[in-house]
């Protein structure tokens, strides 16, 4: 019999081998998103790099995870435990980053500060991104009209009441354009930054729930794989006997 209670090594084992094929997914989301890393760095959020990173360390550590509890060493285990213990501390420090990154880009566009727009005009993909958005959301610019200096695009144009078609956006109608400013005379009053903020508080939700996830299932790893290394210990102490669940 084996050192370790077999319906624990095997359940041990099924979760790593879980973890093992969502690092898998996560480098493929990251080969996909390696194309906007540029856009979402300009904004201010984390660069896309950590997620290779992160994607590679939960692979690398599943796949150690299924060898510690297929093989039943004693040193593979505390390995493993070691990187339980760092990883949730990781985790939660990731965590914490990504809570106060999203604070401050929250209050930057409640500021409606021109350094927020900047990256937007002076990036092109940004730049046609915002200008295909205003049409369908009825905004105009990112904290104002203005953002597009003397020529308004004709996607500012507003031709009726200004009713967003996005969750209520572009409700506050039409306004004049701004004073010697080429384009539509009429634009929406409503400016995007209310939209885009919605996107990018979606991917920070998306990024807190997963750090903070994986900071308690480190710690479950952890303390599972203590649990294991205990009974390897007392199994070798005990001349090779088995061990019972039930004495746990």
């Not at 624990?8 to 480098?27: E, S």
């Not at 409606?112 to 046609?128: C, I, T």
């Not at 599972?224 to 006997?241: E, P, T, Y």
Request: hydrophobic fraction near 45%; aromatic fraction near 12%; glycine fraction near 14%.
């Amino acid at each position: 019999m084996g050192k370790i209670n077999g319906c624990l090594k095997c359940l041990f084992i099924f979760f790593n081998v879980l973890f093992a094929i969502l690092g898998c997914l996560l480098i493929y989301g990251a080969v996909k998103s390696t194309a906007y890393s540029h856009q979402l760095s300009a904004v201010g959020s984390p660069s896309l790099g950590w997620s290779w990173v992160f994607a590679i360390g939960v692979l690398g550590i599943s796949c150690l995870g299924i060898y510690a509890g297929y093989s039943e060493k004693d040193l593979a285990l505390k390995i493993f435990a070691g990187f339980m213990g760092v990883g949730m501390i990781i985790m939660l420090i990731f965590g914490i980053i990504v809570v106060v990154t999203r604070n401050k880009l929250k209050n930057s566009f409640d500021s409606a500060s021109s350094e927020v727009a900047k990256p937007f005009m002076e990036d092109d993909g940004l730049r046609a991104m915002l200008d295909s958005l205003q049409q369908s959301a009825q905004c105009c610019g990112v904290v104002s009209a203005s953002d597009w200096g003397d020529d308004i695009p004709r996607s500012c144009e507003c031709t009726g009441g200004g009713y967003g078609s996005f969750g209520g956006f572009g409700q506050s109608g039409c306004k004049s354009k701004p004073q010697g400013a080429r384009g539509p005379e009429k634009i929406f009053k409503q400016t995007c930054s209310d939209f885009i903020f919605l996107w990018f508080n979606l991917f920070f939700q998306i990024a807190m729930g997963l750090f903070f996830g994986f900071a308690v299932t480190a710690l479950l790893g952890l303390l599972v794989s203590l649990l294991m290394i205990h009974q390897v210990k007392r199994h070798d102490s005990a001349g090779g006997a088995s061990i019972a669940m039930k004495g746990y």
